[in-house]
């Protein structure tokens, strides 16, 4: 008697569980990750067109390059136009992708709008220097607050690869052997011996 009855009040406790949970996800997934935080959100008339040239000079100088959150994601939104495709441009429109520098990594903020509420998908990165150059791989990620692991990611693979395609220039000159060194808000580019100190 009691058998049938603990069975069936464990499947019904199971079933509420399991649908708690998938409601719980989906909340997480539309609730769209903060990115106020992000400095350069907002063009303004001091967009550095000439970033990248400054960057090569540095390099090709053997001096060091310091580029801010701020300067980074300003030179982006002037380079980067994502148009979506002719199916779903009726119902989305994207609103920008940012950069989020943090302690030996940084975070790519891909925001959207879907029939006018918000919608975020982020991708964690960590760097490190080689011999060959910097060498870059996922960690992690979020559709909106949801936290999920790399292997997750593949649904805006197709993103990230168009990112990767328009700074191809960008790409290049990261493939020389350079230290780098990432921490909150900031980015620096050593193209001496890795063997030397950072500051």
């Not at 400095?39 to 960057?55: A, Y």
């Not at 390059?65 to 979506?84: T, W």
Request: with cysteine; hydrophobic share 40%.
């Amino acid at each position: 008697m009691f058998r049938p009855r603990f069975r069936t009040v464990f499947i019904h406790s199971f079933s509420l569980s399991l649908i708690f949970g998938i409601v719980w996800i989906h909340i997480l997934i539309l609730s769209p990750e903060s990115f106020e935080d992000i400095e350069g959100r907002k063009f303004n008339d001091k967009v550095p067109k000439d970033l990248l040239d400054q960057v090569a000079a540095a390099i090709d100088s053997g001096n060091s390059f310091e580029c801010s959150e701020e300067a980074l994601n300003q030179y982006i939104g002037s380079i980067i136009n994502v148009r979506e495709s002719e199916e779903i441009e009726k119902f989305t429109k994207f609103r920008g992708l940012f950069v989020r520098l943090l302690e030996g990594g940084f975070d790519l903020v891909f925001v959207r709008n879907i029939l006018g509420k918000t919608f975020t998908s982020s991708v964690r990165f960590v760097m490190s220097s080689t011999d060959s150059g910097i060498e870059i791989r996922v960690k992690s990620g979020r559709y909106g607050m949801l936290q999920v692991p790399s292997g997750f990611m593949n649904l805006i693979r197709s993103g990230i690869m168009s990112v990767g395609n328009v700074l191809w220039v960008e790409k290049k000159i990261l493939s020389r052997p350079l230290l780098v060194k990432l921490k909150d808000g900031w980015i620096r580019l050593d193209p001496r011996s890795r063997t030397l100190p950072e500051n």
